[in-house]
Protein backbone atom coordinates (compact mmCIF):
# COMPACT_ATOMS: atom_id res chain seq x y z
CA UNK A 1 0.00 0.00 0.00
CA UNK A 2 1.03 3.65 -0.71
CA UNK A 3 0.98 6.97 1.48
CA UNK A 4 0.92 4.31 4.81
CA UNK A 5 1.36 7.49 7.18
CA UNK A 6 -1.90 9.09 5.62
CA UNK A 7 -3.66 6.24 6.98
CA UNK A 8 -6.56 5.96 9.92
CA UNK A 9 -5.79 3.81 12.51
CA UNK A 10 -9.14 2.36 11.74
CA UNK A 11 -7.56 1.93 8.27
CA UNK A 12 -4.74 0.59 9.50
CA UNK A 13 -6.53 -1.97 11.44
CA UNK A 14 -8.65 -2.89 8.60
CA UNK A 15 -5.84 -3.31 6.21
CA UNK A 16 -3.95 -5.43 9.29
CA UNK A 17 -7.64 -7.46 8.71
CA UNK A 18 -7.42 -7.82 4.91
CA UNK A 19 -3.86 -8.38 4.29
CA UNK A 20 -3.16 -5.56 2.90
CA UNK A 21 -0.33 -4.69 5.11
CA UNK A 22 1.54 -5.51 8.27
CA UNK A 23 2.60 -3.72 11.45
CA UNK A 24 5.99 -3.81 10.41
CA UNK A 25 5.05 -1.98 7.68
CA UNK A 26 3.25 0.47 9.19
CA UNK A 27 5.75 0.82 11.91
CA UNK A 28 8.51 1.22 9.36
CA UNK A 29 6.24 3.38 7.37
CA UNK A 30 6.48 5.80 10.50
CA UNK A 31 10.14 5.23 11.46
CA UNK A 32 10.97 6.40 7.70
CA UNK A 33 9.16 9.39 8.41
CA UNK A 34 10.32 10.84 11.62
CA UNK A 35 13.53 10.03 10.03
CA UNK A 36 12.70 12.27 6.55
CA UNK A 37 10.84 14.78 8.54
CA UNK A 38 11.53 15.31 12.79
CA UNK A 39 14.85 17.37 11.98
CA UNK A 40 12.46 20.41 11.10
CA UNK A 41 9.71 19.21 13.44
CA UNK A 42 11.34 18.18 16.00
CA UNK A 43 8.04 16.21 18.17
CA UNK A 44 10.45 13.83 19.65
CA UNK A 45 12.86 13.37 22.10
CA UNK A 46 13.42 9.86 21.94
CA UNK A 47 12.65 7.17 18.87
CA UNK A 48 12.39 3.45 20.29
CA UNK A 49 12.80 1.71 16.79
CA UNK A 50 14.35 -1.42 18.25
CA UNK A 51 11.55 -1.54 20.61
CA UNK A 52 8.84 -0.50 18.24
CA UNK A 53 9.81 -2.86 15.38
CA UNK A 54 10.10 -5.84 17.51
CA UNK A 55 6.62 -5.37 19.24
CA UNK A 56 5.65 -5.12 15.69
CA UNK A 57 7.21 -8.37 14.41
CA UNK A 58 5.57 -9.96 17.56
CA UNK A 59 1.97 -9.16 16.33
CA UNK A 60 2.53 -9.91 13.15
CA UNK A 61 3.60 -13.61 14.07
CA UNK A 62 0.80 -13.59 16.12
CA UNK A 63 -1.94 -12.26 13.13
CA UNK A 64 -0.49 -15.20 11.18
CA UNK A 65 -1.05 -17.65 13.44
CA UNK A 66 -4.46 -16.90 13.90
CA UNK A 67 -4.15 -15.80 17.39
CA UNK A 68 -6.98 -13.14 18.62
CA UNK A 69 -5.60 -9.85 19.18
CA UNK A 70 -6.96 -6.63 20.57
CA UNK A 71 -8.38 -4.35 17.85
CA UNK A 72 -5.48 -1.90 17.86
CA UNK A 73 -2.64 -4.21 17.99
CA UNK A 74 0.16 -3.55 15.12
CA UNK A 75 -0.91 0.33 15.17
CA UNK A 76 2.18 2.59 15.86
CA UNK A 77 1.44 5.30 18.78
CA UNK A 78 3.75 8.23 20.28
CA UNK A 79 3.53 8.94 24.11
CA UNK A 80 4.35 11.93 25.28
CA UNK A 81 7.26 12.30 27.65
CA UNK A 82 5.92 13.29 31.04
CA UNK A 83 4.47 9.15 31.34
CA UNK A 84 7.14 6.79 32.03
CA UNK A 85 8.34 4.10 30.14
CA UNK A 86 10.34 0.94 31.82
CA UNK A 87 13.58 1.11 29.87
CA UNK A 88 13.23 4.22 28.01
CA UNK A 89 14.31 7.95 28.84
CA UNK A 90 11.53 9.68 30.53
CA UNK A 91 12.47 13.54 30.89
CA UNK A 92 9.17 15.59 31.11
CA UNK A 93 10.97 17.80 28.77
CA UNK A 94 13.40 18.93 31.59
CA UNK A 95 17.32 18.93 31.98
CA UNK A 96 17.05 18.02 35.44
CA UNK A 97 15.66 14.44 34.68
CA UNK A 98 18.04 14.13 31.83
CA UNK A 99 19.07 10.14 30.87
CA UNK A 100 16.79 9.30 33.36
CA UNK A 101 15.57 5.80 32.85
CA UNK A 102 12.46 4.58 35.01
CA UNK A 103 12.26 1.23 36.45
CA UNK A 104 8.35 1.00 35.72
CA UNK A 105 6.19 1.59 33.34
CA UNK A 106 2.86 4.22 33.53
CA UNK A 107 -0.19 2.44 33.71
CA UNK A 108 -1.29 3.92 30.07
CA UNK A 109 1.71 2.42 28.85
CA UNK A 110 0.98 -0.77 30.03
CA UNK A 111 -2.72 -1.10 28.98
CA UNK A 112 -0.71 -0.09 25.47
CA UNK A 113 1.70 -2.91 25.60
CA UNK A 114 -1.36 -5.24 26.51
CA UNK A 115 -2.95 -3.37 23.61
CA UNK A 116 0.21 -4.72 21.64
CA UNK A 117 0.69 -0.88 20.22
CA UNK A 118 4.17 -0.52 19.24
CA UNK A 119 5.37 2.51 20.97
CA UNK A 120 7.62 4.78 18.42
CA UNK A 121 8.82 7.05 20.92
CA UNK A 122 8.66 10.01 23.33
CA UNK A 123 7.30 13.30 22.76
CA UNK A 124 8.55 17.04 23.45
CA UNK A 125 6.86 19.35 25.91
CA UNK A 126 7.04 21.68 27.92
CA UNK A 127 9.06 21.20 30.90
CA UNK A 128 7.25 19.47 33.65
CA UNK A 129 4.08 20.52 31.02
CA UNK A 130 4.27 24.40 31.77
CA UNK A 131 3.61 26.05 29.01
CA UNK A 132 1.04 26.79 26.11
CA UNK A 133 3.68 26.29 23.42
CA UNK A 134 6.29 23.92 23.46
CA UNK A 135 9.04 26.20 23.93
CA UNK A 136 9.84 25.94 27.23
CA UNK A 137 11.26 22.44 26.60
CA UNK A 138 14.35 22.00 28.08
CA UNK A 139 16.03 19.99 24.67
CA UNK A 140 14.24 23.09 22.12
CA UNK A 141 10.86 23.84 20.81
CA UNK A 142 8.48 21.86 18.74
CA UNK A 143 7.50 23.27 15.16
CA UNK A 144 4.31 23.22 13.92
CA UNK A 145 3.78 21.95 10.15
CA UNK A 146 1.73 24.23 8.71
CA UNK A 147 4.21 26.29 9.31
CA UNK A 148 7.69 25.74 11.20
CA UNK A 149 7.99 29.24 11.72
CA UNK A 150 5.05 28.99 14.30
CA UNK A 151 4.29 27.20 17.38
CA UNK A 152 2.50 23.50 17.94
CA UNK A 153 0.59 24.65 20.71
CA UNK A 154 1.46 23.39 24.58
CA UNK A 155 2.61 21.75 26.42
CA UNK A 156 1.63 18.69 24.17
CA UNK A 157 3.16 20.42 20.86
CA UNK A 158 5.01 16.73 20.40
CA UNK A 159 2.21 15.00 20.46
CA UNK A 160 0.09 16.89 18.15
CA UNK A 161 2.56 17.57 15.54
CA UNK A 162 3.81 14.36 15.44
CA UNK A 163 -0.01 13.81 14.14
CA UNK A 164 -0.56 16.65 11.69
CA UNK A 165 3.39 15.34 10.35
CA UNK A 166 2.04 12.05 9.61
CA UNK A 167 4.83 10.66 11.99
CA UNK A 168 2.32 8.20 14.04
CA UNK A 169 -1.52 8.27 13.34
CA UNK A 170 -1.99 8.06 17.37
CA UNK A 171 -0.44 9.94 20.04
CA UNK A 172 -0.95 9.91 24.12
CA UNK A 173 -1.14 13.21 25.77
CA UNK A 174 -1.65 15.09 29.21
CA UNK A 175 -4.04 17.92 29.73
CA UNK A 176 -3.71 19.99 32.89
CA UNK A 177 -5.28 23.59 31.36
CA UNK A 178 -5.18 22.49 27.70
CA UNK A 179 -2.36 20.94 27.30
CA UNK A 180 -4.35 18.31 25.06
CA UNK A 181 -7.15 20.64 23.56
CA UNK A 182 -4.60 23.39 22.85
CA UNK A 183 -2.03 22.08 20.49
CA UNK A 184 -5.11 19.57 19.05
CA UNK A 185 -6.53 23.28 18.20
CA UNK A 186 -3.12 24.55 16.22
CA UNK A 187 -2.02 21.82 14.53
CA UNK A 188 -5.51 20.63 13.18
CA UNK A 189 -5.68 17.66 15.22
CA UNK A 190 -8.55 16.12 17.49
CA UNK A 191 -7.36 15.61 20.81
CA UNK A 192 -9.67 14.63 24.07
CA UNK A 193 -9.35 15.07 27.84
CA UNK A 194 -11.30 12.61 29.61
CA UNK A 195 -13.26 13.14 32.77
CA UNK A 196 -11.02 13.66 35.99
CA UNK A 197 -9.84 10.53 36.91
CA UNK A 198 -11.22 7.96 34.35
CA UNK A 199 -7.74 7.29 32.82
CA UNK A 200 -4.95 6.54 35.65
CA UNK A 201 -2.64 8.87 36.38
CA UNK A 202 0.04 6.52 38.13
CA UNK A 203 3.20 6.77 36.12
CA UNK A 204 2.56 10.22 34.64
CA UNK A 205 4.70 12.67 36.22
CA UNK A 206 2.88 14.88 38.36
CA UNK A 207 2.31 18.43 37.56
CA UNK A 208 -0.56 19.44 39.41
CA UNK A 209 -2.15 16.46 40.77
CA UNK A 210 -5.71 17.98 41.14
CA UNK A 211 -5.88 19.46 37.50
CA UNK A 212 -3.61 16.24 35.40
CA UNK A 213 -5.17 14.24 33.02
CA UNK A 214 -4.21 11.61 30.36
CA UNK A 215 -6.08 11.32 27.21
CA UNK A 216 -6.03 10.52 23.47
CA UNK A 217 -4.64 12.34 20.55
CA UNK A 218 -5.94 11.51 16.80
CA UNK A 219 -6.37 12.81 13.68
CA UNK A 220 -10.13 11.87 13.74
CA UNK A 221 -12.84 11.82 16.35
CA UNK A 222 -13.44 8.15 15.54
CA UNK A 223 -9.70 6.64 16.19
CA UNK A 224 -9.80 8.91 19.36
CA UNK A 225 -12.46 7.22 20.88
CA UNK A 226 -10.56 3.75 20.05
CA UNK A 227 -7.92 4.94 21.55
CA UNK A 228 -10.18 6.48 24.55
CA UNK A 229 -11.14 3.16 25.07
CA UNK A 230 -7.39 1.26 25.21
CA UNK A 231 -5.95 3.91 28.08
CA UNK A 232 -9.48 4.60 30.27
CA UNK A 233 -10.33 2.58 32.90
CA UNK A 234 -10.11 1.45 37.02
CA UNK A 235 -6.76 1.58 38.21
CA UNK A 236 -6.34 0.88 42.16
CA UNK A 237 -2.90 1.99 42.28
CA UNK A 238 -4.59 5.60 41.49
CA UNK A 239 -6.46 7.13 44.54
CA UNK A 240 -7.90 9.44 42.22
CA UNK A 241 -9.14 7.07 39.96
CA UNK A 242 -12.50 6.38 39.31
CA UNK A 243 -13.93 2.85 39.90
CA UNK A 244 -16.54 2.86 36.99
CA UNK A 245 -16.56 1.25 33.65
CA UNK A 246 -15.42 3.34 30.14
CA UNK A 247 -17.99 4.95 28.61
CA UNK A 248 -19.13 3.50 24.93
CA UNK A 249 -17.24 6.30 23.25
CA UNK A 250 -16.52 4.27 19.98
CA UNK A 251 -20.26 3.58 19.90
CA UNK A 252 -21.41 6.93 20.19
CA UNK A 253 -18.86 8.39 17.54
CA UNK A 254 -20.53 6.02 15.18
CA UNK A 255 -23.82 7.31 16.32
CA UNK A 256 -23.34 10.52 15.50
CA UNK A 257 -21.44 10.12 12.69
CA UNK A 258 -24.52 7.97 11.01
CA UNK A 259 -27.79 9.67 12.90
CA UNK A 260 -26.55 13.17 13.15
CA UNK A 261 -27.46 15.14 16.72
CA UNK A 262 -31.46 15.64 15.98
CA UNK A 263 -32.74 16.78 19.96
CA UNK A 264 -29.39 17.12 21.43
CA UNK A 265 -28.82 20.81 22.90
CA UNK A 266 -25.62 22.29 22.56
CA UNK A 267 -25.16 25.86 24.64
CA UNK A 268 -22.27 28.24 23.25
CA UNK A 269 -20.52 29.66 26.23
CA UNK A 270 -21.18 33.30 26.16
CA UNK A 271 -18.10 34.13 27.85
CA UNK A 272 -15.71 32.15 25.17
CA UNK A 273 -16.50 33.83 22.26
CA UNK A 274 -16.26 37.67 22.15
CA UNK A 275 -13.84 40.32 22.43
CA UNK A 276 -10.06 39.02 22.63
CA UNK A 277 -10.63 35.80 19.93
CA UNK A 278 -9.31 36.20 16.48
CA UNK A 279 -11.66 37.22 13.54
CA UNK A 280 -10.86 34.27 11.59
CA UNK A 281 -11.59 32.19 14.69
CA UNK A 282 -14.64 33.84 15.52
CA UNK A 283 -15.95 33.25 11.94
CA UNK A 284 -14.99 29.32 12.02
CA UNK A 285 -16.57 29.08 15.17
CA UNK A 286 -19.93 30.66 13.84
CA UNK A 287 -19.96 28.24 10.54
CA UNK A 288 -19.03 25.33 12.53
CA UNK A 289 -22.70 26.49 14.98
CA UNK A 290 -24.92 26.49 12.20
CA UNK A 291 -22.99 23.11 11.03
CA UNK A 292 -24.84 21.62 14.38
CA UNK A 293 -28.08 23.38 14.03
CA UNK A 294 -27.95 21.81 10.31
CA UNK A 295 -27.15 18.49 12.29
CA UNK A 296 -30.40 18.59 13.48
CA UNK A 297 -28.59 20.02 17.14
CA UNK A 298 -30.99 23.09 19.20
CA UNK A 299 -28.34 25.46 19.81
CA UNK A 300 -29.11 28.28 22.69
CA UNK A 301 -26.40 30.45 24.52
CA UNK A 302 -25.48 29.55 27.67
CA UNK A 303 -23.79 32.54 30.55
CA UNK A 304 -21.18 31.17 32.70
CA UNK A 305 -20.33 34.34 34.78
CA UNK A 306 -17.47 32.32 36.80
CA UNK A 307 -15.53 31.84 33.88
CA UNK A 308 -13.97 35.84 34.14
CA UNK A 309 -11.91 34.38 36.99
CA UNK A 310 -10.74 31.08 36.21
CA UNK A 311 -7.46 32.38 35.20
CA UNK A 312 -6.76 33.90 37.66
CA UNK A 313 -8.10 31.34 39.67
CA UNK A 314 -6.04 28.37 37.97
CA UNK A 315 -2.99 30.23 37.98
CA UNK A 316 -2.70 30.06 41.33
CA UNK A 317 -3.93 26.51 42.12
CA UNK A 318 -1.53 24.97 39.76
CA UNK A 319 2.10 26.89 40.57
CA UNK A 320 1.01 25.77 44.50
CA UNK A 321 0.68 22.24 43.46
CA UNK A 322 3.53 22.23 41.16
CA UNK A 323 5.92 23.47 43.84
CA UNK A 324 5.20 20.94 46.02
CA UNK A 325 5.31 18.06 43.56
CA UNK A 326 8.59 19.96 42.48
CA UNK A 327 10.48 20.01 45.66
CA UNK A 328 11.15 16.02 44.90
CA UNK A 329 13.93 17.31 42.79
CA UNK A 330 16.25 17.75 45.62
CA UNK A 331 19.90 16.46 43.55
CA UNK A 332 19.61 13.61 46.26
CA UNK A 333 17.42 10.49 45.03
CA UNK A 334 17.34 10.88 41.32
CA UNK A 335 18.32 13.13 37.95
CA UNK A 336 20.64 15.44 37.63
CA UNK A 337 23.35 16.82 40.39
CA UNK A 338 25.31 19.89 40.57
CA UNK A 339 27.63 19.10 43.44
CA UNK A 340 29.86 22.85 44.29
CA UNK A 341 31.46 20.91 47.44
CA UNK A 342 29.02 22.64 49.75
CA UNK A 343 26.23 21.72 51.93
CA UNK A 344 23.45 19.55 51.18
CA UNK A 345 21.02 22.57 50.58
CA UNK A 346 23.94 24.50 48.39
CA UNK A 347 23.95 21.27 46.12
CA UNK A 348 20.39 21.17 46.50
CA UNK A 349 20.42 25.30 44.85
CA UNK A 350 22.73 24.62 42.48
CA UNK A 351 21.19 21.52 40.88
CA UNK A 352 17.60 23.45 40.58
CA UNK A 353 19.10 26.25 39.11
CA UNK A 354 20.62 24.51 36.57
CA UNK A 355 17.96 22.03 35.94
CA UNK A 356 15.09 24.27 36.00
CA UNK A 357 14.22 26.54 33.30
CA UNK A 358 12.77 30.25 33.59
CA UNK A 359 9.27 29.20 33.32
CA UNK A 360 9.49 26.14 35.84
CA UNK A 361 11.75 28.36 38.13
CA UNK A 362 8.92 31.35 38.08
CA UNK A 363 5.81 28.96 39.09
CA UNK A 364 7.47 27.32 41.83
CA UNK A 365 8.22 30.86 43.08
CA UNK A 366 4.42 31.80 42.44
CA UNK A 367 3.76 28.81 43.96
CA UNK A 368 5.40 28.96 47.15
CA UNK A 369 4.63 32.37 47.69
CA UNK A 370 0.91 31.66 47.47
CA UNK A 371 1.06 28.75 50.06
CA UNK A 372 3.33 30.57 52.30
CA UNK A 373 1.92 31.51 56.32
CA UNK A 374 -0.21 34.88 56.17
CA UNK A 375 -1.34 34.15 52.20
CA UNK A 376 -2.41 31.24 51.92
CA UNK A 377 -6.13 32.06 52.78
CA UNK A 378 -5.93 35.21 50.79
CA UNK A 379 -4.55 33.73 47.70
CA UNK A 380 -4.86 29.35 47.45
CA UNK A 381 -7.85 29.21 49.57
CA UNK A 382 -9.47 32.58 47.67
CA UNK A 383 -9.00 30.21 43.95
CA UNK A 384 -10.52 27.48 45.64
CA UNK A 385 -13.40 28.92 46.21
CA UNK A 386 -13.07 30.20 42.73
CA UNK A 387 -12.89 26.80 41.57
CA UNK A 388 -16.49 25.83 43.18
CA UNK A 389 -17.81 28.65 41.67
CA UNK A 390 -16.81 27.53 38.17
CA UNK A 391 -18.05 24.08 38.98
CA UNK A 392 -21.83 25.65 39.81
CA UNK A 393 -21.55 27.19 36.58
CA UNK A 394 -20.84 23.91 34.75
CA UNK A 395 -23.71 22.29 36.81
CA UNK A 396 -26.06 25.07 36.14
CA UNK A 397 -25.26 25.04 32.33
CA UNK A 398 -25.56 21.24 32.01
CA UNK A 399 -29.08 21.51 33.62
CA UNK A 400 -30.30 23.14 30.44
CA UNK A 401 -27.89 22.02 27.97
CA UNK A 402 -26.53 18.42 26.96
CA UNK A 403 -23.34 19.86 26.00
CA UNK A 404 -21.31 23.02 25.49
CA UNK A 405 -18.99 24.39 22.68
CA UNK A 406 -16.60 27.33 22.42
CA UNK A 407 -13.52 28.36 20.16
CA UNK A 408 -10.60 26.46 21.60
CA UNK A 409 -7.84 28.58 21.68
CA UNK A 410 -8.36 32.67 20.88
CA UNK A 411 -6.20 32.96 18.19
CA UNK A 412 -4.78 30.29 15.60
CA UNK A 413 -0.31 29.67 16.31
CA UNK A 414 1.72 32.03 16.63
CA UNK A 415 4.90 32.53 15.95
CA UNK A 416 7.96 31.08 18.00
CA UNK A 417 9.78 33.78 20.07
CA UNK A 418 6.56 35.87 19.70
CA UNK A 419 5.69 35.28 23.17
CA UNK A 420 7.96 33.30 24.96
CA UNK A 421 8.83 36.37 27.14
CA UNK A 422 5.58 37.60 27.98
CA UNK A 423 4.12 35.11 30.15
CA UNK A 424 0.87 36.75 30.83
CA UNK A 425 -0.22 37.19 26.97
CA UNK A 426 0.90 33.08 27.00
CA UNK A 427 -1.27 32.25 29.69
CA UNK A 428 -4.22 33.66 27.83
CA UNK A 429 -3.97 30.99 25.38
CA UNK A 430 -5.57 28.65 27.88
CA UNK A 431 -8.62 30.76 28.56
CA UNK A 432 -10.94 28.75 27.32
CA UNK A 433 -9.63 25.42 28.39
CA UNK A 434 -9.38 25.91 32.00
CA UNK A 435 -12.56 26.00 32.91
CA UNK A 436 -12.63 22.32 31.85
CA UNK A 437 -9.83 21.33 34.39
CA UNK A 438 -10.98 23.00 37.40
CA UNK A 439 -14.55 21.04 37.43
CA UNK A 440 -12.79 17.84 36.33
CA UNK A 441 -14.93 17.59 32.97
CA UNK A 442 -14.32 16.25 30.04
CA UNK A 443 -13.47 18.02 26.79
CA UNK A 444 -12.94 17.32 23.18
CA UNK A 445 -11.38 19.54 20.42
CA UNK A 446 -11.15 19.15 16.83
CA UNK A 447 -10.78 21.11 13.76
CA UNK A 448 -13.20 22.81 12.17
CA UNK A 449 -11.59 24.74 9.13
CA UNK A 450 -8.85 27.24 7.91
CA UNK A 451 -8.89 31.00 8.90
CA UNK A 452 -8.86 32.79 6.17
CA UNK A 453 -6.21 35.52 7.70
CA UNK A 454 -4.01 33.12 7.66
CA UNK A 455 -4.56 29.93 6.47
CA UNK A 456 -3.59 28.12 10.03
CA UNK A 457 -6.12 25.58 11.75
CA UNK A 458 -9.03 26.82 13.98
CA UNK A 459 -10.32 24.05 16.74
CA UNK A 460 -13.94 23.99 18.38
CA UNK A 461 -14.26 22.86 21.54
CA UNK A 462 -17.24 20.47 23.26
CA UNK A 463 -17.44 20.12 27.31
CA UNK A 464 -19.64 17.62 28.34
CA UNK A 465 -20.71 16.52 32.04
CA UNK A 466 -18.22 14.61 34.21
CA UNK A 467 -19.00 10.36 33.78
CA UNK A 468 -20.14 11.00 30.25
CA UNK A 469 -17.41 11.48 27.68
CA UNK A 470 -19.10 9.32 25.03
CA UNK A 471 -21.32 12.79 24.32
CA UNK A 472 -18.41 14.46 23.09
CA UNK A 473 -17.72 12.14 20.31
CA UNK A 474 -21.30 11.67 19.35
CA UNK A 475 -20.96 15.00 18.89
CA UNK A 476 -17.58 15.69 17.81
CA UNK A 477 -17.96 12.65 14.91
CA UNK A 478 -21.22 14.48 13.92
CA UNK A 479 -20.04 17.71 13.39
CA UNK A 480 -16.61 16.38 11.75
CA UNK A 481 -18.58 13.91 8.94
CA UNK A 482 -20.32 17.36 8.32
CA UNK A 483 -17.14 19.24 8.15
CA UNK A 484 -15.12 16.32 5.99
CA UNK A 485 -18.09 17.36 3.16
CA UNK A 486 -17.20 21.47 3.64
CA UNK A 487 -13.06 20.78 3.59
CA UNK A 488 -13.11 17.95 0.62
CA UNK A 489 -11.82 15.48 2.98
CA UNK A 490 -9.99 15.61 6.59
CA UNK A 491 -8.70 18.88 7.39
CA UNK A 492 -4.98 17.67 7.27
CA UNK A 493 -4.84 17.41 3.27
CA UNK A 494 -4.34 21.10 3.08
CA UNK A 495 -1.46 20.76 5.13
CA UNK A 496 1.60 22.46 3.30
CA UNK A 497 5.13 19.96 2.71
CA UNK A 498 7.48 19.99 5.29
CA UNK A 499 11.06 20.82 4.00
CA UNK A 500 10.48 20.09 0.30
CA UNK A 501 9.34 16.48 1.79
CA UNK A 502 5.61 15.64 0.73
CA UNK A 503 2.89 15.24 3.08
Not at 317 to 331: F, G, H, R, V
Request: charged fraction near 20%; glycine fraction near 10%.
Amino acid sequence: MRNLNRLTAQAMVDAFSSGKMTSVQATEAALDRIAQVDGAVHAFLHVDAEGALEAAEAVDKDRAAGKSLPLLAGVPVAVKDVLVTKGLPTTAGSRILEGWMPPYDATVVERLKAARMPIIGKTNMDEFAMGSSTEHSGYGPTHNPWDLDRIPGGSGGGSAASLAAFEVPLAIGSDTGGSIRQPAAVTGTVGVKPTYGAVSRYGVIALASSLDQVGPCARTVHDAALLHEVIAGHDPRDATSLPEAVPPVVTAANRGRQDGLEGVRVGVIKELTGEGFQSGVRQRFEEAIHQLSSLGAKVTEVSCPSFAYALAAYYLILPSEASSNLAKYDSVRFGLRVDDGGTIERVMGATRAAGFGDEVKRRIILGTYALSAGYYDAYYGSAQKVRTLIQRDFGEAFGAVDVLVSPTCPTTAFRLGEQVDDPLTMYLNDIATIPANLAGIPGMSLPIGLAPEDGLPVGLQILAPARVDDRLYRVGAALEGALVDVWAGTLLTQAPPLEGVPV
